[in-house]
């Protein structure tokens, strides 16, 4: 058979074959579920206790709450104990999302790293007590520049420990941290550790104080985000932004419509978790400032 005569075959069979249902439908995919969380460094300068922010969140709305390693060593030192904690938590009907510590597990030195890994298998096990899962592991003590593939290496055994204790470490960058503060690098350190576990947990400010920009969200699959930082940024020189600078979601310039959209889209299970360390929101009302988070958050939701 000729060239010619082989391809119109060719073509004429394929216009007769009925469209299968992948070809003539497509399935729309599930949009993430999101619920709410406040990160207690938003009302750090109000001097309050543990106790008193749960209650506070619980008051307002929340679902969730990220703790720091500190203010539970701090609850502890009261004379209380975890399990009174995990009480506390149920009875607010108030999940700890996430917890936020320093272990520096990914030093390049091995003895800082050794003890790093010890740090955190330690805060692991007091954080597995209070039913948090979670604990958010960034680049403390590496230094300038990092071999990204033995980041991965690093994070992969961080991610092992996390699966013995039962609290998954979630890989995070700042924006103004040079040695990792990119999204192109906590995303090459989670490829490298090559591990369906991996989670990475990206924040508003530091896509924008690093570079990062937001575009790169869309190459993310949806279970490898379950916490997001929420807050906003002014027109301020970017690489002359604070985390002092953070603002309510919506009150600055960030893209936040947009970025919603998109980590809707990527399915999955998130927290949107309210993080700001901003001294005007300290001198103000704890009840009204976490009111006031979590209703700037909902309206991108």
Not at 129 to 156: F, H
Not at 251 to 263: N, Q, S, T, Y
Request: charged letters at 25%; aromatic letters at 8%.
């Amino acid at each position: 058979m000729k060239r010619r005569n082989l391809l119109k075959t060719i073509a004429l069979g394929a216009a007769a074959l009925p469209l299968t249902p992948a070809l003539a439908s497509t399935t729309k995919k599930k949009e993430a579920t999101i619920q709410f969380s406040l990160n207690t460094s938003t009302l750090r300068g109000q001097k309050l206790d543990l106790p008193q922010i749960i209650e506070i969140a619980s008051k307002a709305g929340y679902d969730g709450i990220e703790l720091w390693i500190t203010e539970m060593e701090a609850y502890l030192k009261t004379g209380k104990s975890l399990s009174s904690l995990k009480k506390l938590f149920s009875d607010a009907k108030i999940i700890p999302v996430n917890a936020i510590g320093f272990a520096p597990w990914m030093a390049q030195d091995v003895a800082k790293s050794k003890a790093g890994f010890e740090q955190m298998e330690k805060e692991m096990e007091m954080l597995a007590e209070i039913g948090c899962t979670r604990v958010a592991a960034p680049a403390i003590g590496a230094t300038d520049p990092i071999d990204l593939l033995a980041a991965g290496e690093q994070y992969a055994r961080l991610i092992a420990l996390g699966r013995k204790t039962g609290v998954m470490p979630q890989l995070e960058f700042w924006g103004s941290f040079a040695p990792f503060h990119h999204l192109g690098q906590v995303l090459a350190t989670a490829a490298a550790a090559n591990d369906p576990d991996a989670r990475i947990l990206p924040d508003i400010y530091h896509l924008f104080r690093g570079g990062s920009g937001f575009e790169g969200l869309k190459l993310v699959n949806g279970n490898a985000i379950e916490v997001f930082h929420m807050n906003d940024f002014t027109t301020k020189p970017r690489l002359e932004q604070k985390d002092s600078d953070r603002i309510y979601p919506g009150d600055g310039i960030a893209p936040l419509k947009e970025v919603a959209a998109i980590l809707k889209a990527m399915g999955g299970h998130k927290f949107m978790s309210l993080e700001l360390f901003n001294e005007t929101y300290w001198a103000q009302d704890a009840q009204e400032v976490a009111n006031t988070g979590l209703k700037k958050m909902k309206q991108f939701f």
